[in-house]
């Protein structure tokens, strides 16, 4: 296993660091106060490439590999969270499953634009009753001579709200729905324009508040068959496929959040004086930030694995799975004790750690909770789980189309 960093490498890690620290950094406090999600970051990010980071040249992309996805993931969520969303949902959940699935002509028409980042995507899983137990969505696509119907809500949908293009997955067989049978899900491409469709944002969140979460309805809104992604029936695993990209962009995000954690609490530990010394020459200050620098080696040498696997080509699910796992959950103990190191301070808002503490929790649910992962890792160490092969992989870094 290689991990070491190229020179392309190192240069988008710097560029996207300077960026972040240079545009947005010094807006984000406000935003975040403010509820409000900012369009004009999105073009900026299609200027720098990373809307289309991962995605071939070919295909309108960057061209470069899965590590530098990583890599930006980790840089944008330094900075806030709701930055490496915008990833998550539009290069990783979306766009990568156009590559790995998509025809030709879906690729032309969807994942070009998405990748130059002149349309942006997400992804529809989630509804108001079902969100860890994917069997339970309750979205009907009813085939309908050339097209299908789509009837149902997707709720707790990121950028839901802002998207122009929707990955949505939806029950195509009755039959199979009754049984919970999850063959009988399909994988549509949809447009905001379509007739039936209509989304909002919820306004009752109290984490990552610079990022657009929300909600889309689709009212017997028609899908041309030509807009199922993959084989209709093969809704699950295109979902589940797109979730080892959504959980490796999680993964690294989660370790920029402990880094950030990390580097505020030092800085701080330096500065604010108990007991006629700085807090840091306090052991238990000093204890807390050591955990945060093994959380944060820790999360980043397992999200740079799952990298280098699918940079290679290999299945990484339990790989990908085990670093969003933990990433996560140390990001929530290190947001946690960065608020500890603050003391009162911490609790306010005029310091970060207060939202990375707020913005951590999500990544704890969304993407598989904490505890649909310690189900999923037991099950692969009791053999009570194994990955079969699909009939579509995501391609390997640098593979042609
Ligand atoms: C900020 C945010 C952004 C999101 N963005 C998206 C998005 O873009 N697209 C999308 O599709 N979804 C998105 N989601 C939804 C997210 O993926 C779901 O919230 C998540 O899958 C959990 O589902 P749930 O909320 O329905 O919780 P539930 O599934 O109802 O779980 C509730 C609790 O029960 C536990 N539980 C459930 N089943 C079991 C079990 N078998 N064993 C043990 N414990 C169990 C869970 O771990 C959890 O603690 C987002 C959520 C948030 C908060």
């Given at each position: 296993?290689?991990?070491?960093?190229t020179?392309?490498?190192?240069?988008?890690?710097?560029?996207?660091?300077?960026?972040?620290?240079?545009?947005?950094?010094?807006?984000?406090?406000?935003?975040d106060r403010a509820r409000?999600?900012d369009p004009?970051?999105?073009?900026?990010?299609?200027?720098?490439?990373?809307?289309?980071?991962?995605?071939p040249?070919?295909?309108?992309?960057?061209?470069?590999?899965?590590i530098?996805?990583?890599?930006?993931?980790?840089?944008?969520?330094y900075v806030?969270?709701?930055?490496?969303?915008i990833?998550?949902v539009h290069?990783a959940?979306?766009?990568?499953s156009?590559?790995t699935w998509?025809t030709?002509e879906?690729?032309?028409?969807?994942?070009?634009?998405?990748?130059q980042?002149t349309?942006?995507?997400?992804f529809?899983?989630?509804?108001?009753?079902?969100?860890s137990?994917?069997?339970?969505?309750q979205?009907?696509?009813?085939?309908?001579?050339?097209?299908?119907v789509?009837?149902g809500?997707?709720?707790w949908?990121?950028?839901?709200?802002?998207?122009?293009h929707f990955?949505?997955i939806?029950w195509?067989?009755a039959?199979?729905?009754k049984?919970?049978?999850p063959?009988?899900?399909?994988?549509?491409?949809?447009?905001?324009?379509?007739?039936?469709?209509?989304s909002?944002t919820?306004?009752?969140?109290w984490?990552?508040?610079?990022?657009?979460?929300?909600?889309f309805t689709?009212d017997?809104?028609?899908?041309?068959?030509?807009?199922?992604?993959g084989?209709?029936?093969e809704?699950f695993k295109?979902?589940?496929l797109?979730?080892?990209q959504?959980?490796?962009?999680?993964?690294?995000?989660a370790t920029g959040?402990?880094?950030?954690?990390?580097d505020?609490?030092?800085?701080?530990?330096?500065?604010?004086?108990?007991?006629?010394?700085?807090?840091a020459?306090?052991?238990?200050?000093k204890?807390?930030?050591?955990?945060?620098?093994?959380?944060y080696?820790?999360?980043?040498?397992l999200?740079?694995?799952?990298?280098?696997?699918?940079?290679?080509?290999?299945?990484?699910t339990r790989?990908?799975?085990?670093?969003?796992?933990?990433?996560t959950?140390a990001?929530?103990?290190?947001a946690?004790?960065?608020?500890?190191v603050h003391?009162?301070?911490?609790?306010s808002?005029?310091?970060?750690?207060?939202?990375y503490?707020?913005?951590?929790?999500?990544?704890?649910i969304?993407?598989?909770?904490?505890?649909i992962?310690a189900?999923?890792q037991?099950?692969?160490?009791?053999?009570?789980?194994?990955?079969r092969?699909?009939?579509?992989e995501?391609?390997?870094?640098?593979?042609?189309?």
């Open positions: 296993m290689d991990l070491s960093l020179d392309e490498h190192r240069l988008l890690e710097q560029t996207v660091r300077e960026w972040a620290a240079r545009d947005v950094a010094p807006r984000i406090k406000e935003l409000r999600f004009a970051i999105l073009p900026q990010m299609a200027a720098l490439g990373l809307l289309g980071v991962s995605v040249v070919e295909y309108g992309g960057a061209g470069m590999d899965y530098s996805l990583g890599l930006a993931s980790e840089e944008l969520e806030d969270t709701s930055l490496r969303v990833l998550s290069v959940l979306n766009s990568l156009l590559l998509g030709e879906q690729k032309r028409r969807y994942l070009v634009p998405q990748a980042g349309k942006i995507a997400t529809g899983l989630t509804e108001p009753a079902a969100g137990d994917v069997r339970g969505i979205s009907v696509a009813v085939p309908k001579g050339d097209r299908y789509l009837t809500e997707k709720m949908i990121s950028l839901a709200d802002v998207a122009d990955l949505v939806a195509s067989d039959d199979k729905k049984r919970r049978d063959s009988g899900l399909t994988a549509f491409l949809v447009e905001r324009g379509f007739k039936g469709f209509s909002g919820i306004k009752e969140k984490g990552i508040l610079a990022g657009n979460t929300g909600y689709m017997e809104m028609e899908v041309p068959e030509e807009n199922v992604l084989r209709p029936g809704g295109v979902a589940m797109a979730l080892d959504g959980r490796y962009t999680v993964a690294a995000g959040l402990i880094r950030a954690a990390r505020a609490s030092a800085a701080y530990a330096k500065e604010r004086r108990a007991f006629g010394t700085e807090i020459q306090h052991q238990l200050v204890a807390m930030i050591a955990e945060m620098e093994s959380d080696q820790a999360s980043r040498l999200w740079l694995r799952a990298g280098w696997l699918k940079n290679i080509g290999a299945r990484n790989e990908t799975g085990l670093a969003k796992w933990f990433a959950v990001s929530e103990r290190a946690g004790n960065a608020v500890q003391g009162a301070n911490g609790y808002d005029d310091y970060p750690v207060g939202r503490y707020r913005n951590c929790k999500g990544a704890v969304y993407e598989g909770t904490r505890e992962h189900l999923m037991a099950d692969y160490v009791l053999g009570y789980r194994r990955d092969p699909t009939r579509c995501l391609p390997p870094a640098g593979s042609k189309p």
